[in-house]
């Protein structure tokens, strides 16, 4: 059983950057495909990015291409999600997924695209 659990969420203002991270526990995610959805208040959960088992393919959301990078550390079992240029709209709770082998399958900008999920990390942006 994989269980991704996020953390490093916060409250920052507009233009700030912040980081989560995803580090996994139970089995290893470092064969394993990963991707970063979120979720706002009253809204469906959309994809914000993705990459492969070894990063060397990646997928960005249109509206995040540009500010958002989705970096991984295989050695740590840890995959991050470096936010740039916060804006208020970026505010939500933001899920880890991995998914269930080392590439993306073509549902991978939806959640059916990935098989394991952690519990979400809050990030509020001000204004």
């Known amino acids: 059983q994989v269980q991704p659990v996020e953390s490093g969420g916060g409250l920052v203002q507009a233009g700030d950057p912040l980081r989560p991270s995803c580090a996994a526990s139970?089995?290893?995610?470092?064969?394993?495909?990963m991707g970063w959805f979120r979720q706002a208040p009253g809204k469906e959960r959309e994809f914000v990015a993705a990459?492969?088992?070894?990063?060397?393919?990646?997928f960005y959301a249109d509206s995040m291409k540009g500010r958002f990078t989705i970096p991984r550390d295989n050695a740590k079992n840890t995959v991050y999600l470096q936010m740039n240029s916060l804006k208020p709209e970026d505010t939500a709770v933001y899920y880890c997924?991995?998914?269930?082998?080392?590439?993306?399958?073509?549902?991978?900008?939806?959640?059916?695209?990935?098989?394991?999920w952690g519990q979400g990390t809050h990030v509020a942006v001000s204004s």
């Open positions: 997924a991995a998914a269930r082998d080392f590439y993306l399958t073509y549902a991978y900008r939806t959640p059916s695209g990935f098989e394991y």
């Open positions: 139970g089995r290893t995610v470092s064969n394993r495909a």
């Open positions: 990459l492969t088992w070894d990063g060397g393919t990646t």
